[in-house]
Nanobody, 117 residues
Framework: VQLQASGGGLVQAGGSLRLSCAAF????????MGWFRQAPGKEREFVAG????????EYANSVKGRFTVSRDNAKNTVDLQMNSLKPEDTAVYYC???????????WGQGTEVTVSS
């Protein structure tokens, strides 16, 4: 499966962006899906994850209450709604496919998010 993230860009602090991930090659309706990010000079970190049916989600403490992950299995897409963005959210964001205890088994191309202060 190929995962393609889109929706990144430049936004001012306090603003919002919606990232989308499309899967090509096969359906991912039975997979847990995740979002990770990597800021310049830092290691990749987990941002959010969602179960195969969308019934369960989890978030990094740094984004709880600001980010929302969702999925549409009919469209084979996973979205990340990011609100109240902060400069420290600046990073390349990656969509991933995996399992309940390992979201990051398959990685797609990232999309860059820059939050200006």
């Amino acid at each position: 499966v190929q995962l393609q993230a889109s929706g990144g860009g430049l936004v001012q602090a306090g603003g919002s962006l919606r990232l989308s991930c499309a899967a090509f090659g096969r359906t991912f309706s039975n997979s847990y899906m995740g979002w990770f990010r990597q800021a310049p000079g830092k290691e990749r970190e987990f941002v959010a994850g969602i179960s195969w049916n969308g019934g369960s989600t989890e978030y990094a403490n740094s984004v709880k209450g600001r980010f929302t992950v969702s999925r549409d299995n009919a469209k084979n897409t996973v979205d990340l709604q990011m609100n109240s963005l902060k400069p420290e959210d600046t990073a390349v964001y990656y969509c991933t496919e995996g399992e309940e205890d390992d979201y990051g088994q398959t990685w797609g191309q990232g999309t860059e998010v820059t939050v200006s202060s």
